[in-house]
């Protein structure tokens, strides 16, 4: 299931494809039993449409943030993390297969899963409510870095996808908020904010399986994520942090002010 969400291109397809898939796993899951996982052979980068241009983040063209174009841009770059946090997270369930987990850790993924594939299409809704659509402008080419980078490094991913890149969305996603509000675009504000509620869930994913493999193997899990965070993720982390939704989502400020810090 995993791997057919991620060799397939077009953001709809694959979108309306993660969410049959994860009906399917939860349907199994109450009627009382967990499918087998089985393995998988991801491929190593997933299946992405002709159409948006991937760029280096340096040449994507800034747009002023006020302006409707701002927001455009703005909702389209949202977009595309959205699609690419719909493959992170198969990726995820279909890397680490041999690992054995608990079902738990695939209802938490496949979950996040869908509400990223709904999230792709509620900012492809909005964008498309103001002329526009998923596509039209360049994106950015780096988002599926992190996954390469962790692709040997289960603990490694969990560090770095859902406890740092996720986290970072808490952070931003407030300032979005108001943007739009200011801006009176209602139903980009309904999306964000559906949106920023169910981030708060992935990165408690992330926190919770990053600790159950570390308590797993009897390591400290704080060490451990500054080690992992510093070996996968290049560069230091940026305040201001949204202490509350971290702290939510089982993330303690000494889990990520020490890697503000360069070493
Ligand atoms: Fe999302
Ligand atoms: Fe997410």
């Known amino acids: 299931m995993a791997v057919e969400v991620l060799s397939t291109a077009d953001g709809r397809d694959k979108t309306a494809m993660s969410r049959r898939h994860a009906a399917a796993w939860f349907a199994a899951r109450d009627a009382g039993h967990a499918p087998p996982v089985g393995t998988a ?8 449409p002709e159409t948006p241009e991937l760029l280096d983040p340096r040449d994507v063209p800034k747009r002023k943030p006020g302006s409707p174009q701002g927001r455009i841009a703005l909702l389209h770059a949202v977009a595309h993390i959205e699609l690419n946090a719909v493959d992170l997270h198969w990726d995820l369930v279909a890397r680490f297969a041999h690992v054995p987990m608990p079902p738990g850790y695939y209802d938490d993924w496949v979950k996040a899963a869908d509400e990223e594939s709904k999230h792709f299409n509620l900012m492809c809704d909005c964008l498309e409510e103001l002329g526009s659509f998923y596509g039209a402008l360049p994106a950015h080419a780096g988002m599926w870095r992190a996954a390469e980078d962790t692709a040997e490094d289960h603990m490694g991913r969990l560090a770095v996808v859902p406890m740092v890149l996720e986290a970072r969305g808490l952070d931003v996603t407030p300032g979005m908020i108001d943007l739009f509000r200011k801006a009176g675009a209602d139903s980009a504000v309904a999306a964000l904010e559906s949106i920023y509620a169910e981030e708060v869930g992935h990165v408690a994913y992330g926190s919770k ?17 500054h080690e992992l965070v510093r070996k996968y993720f290049h560069g230091v982390l940026k305040p201001p942090f949204n202490d509350e939704k971290r702290a939510e989502a089982g993330l303690p400020p000494d889990f990520y002010w020490p890697l503000t810090e360069p070493q």
């Open 209 to 225: 399986w990053f600790h159950f493999l570390c308590g797993r193997d009897g390591l400290d899990p704080k060490p451990v994520f």
């Open 41 to 48: 052979a991801p491929p190593p980068r997933p299946a992405r």
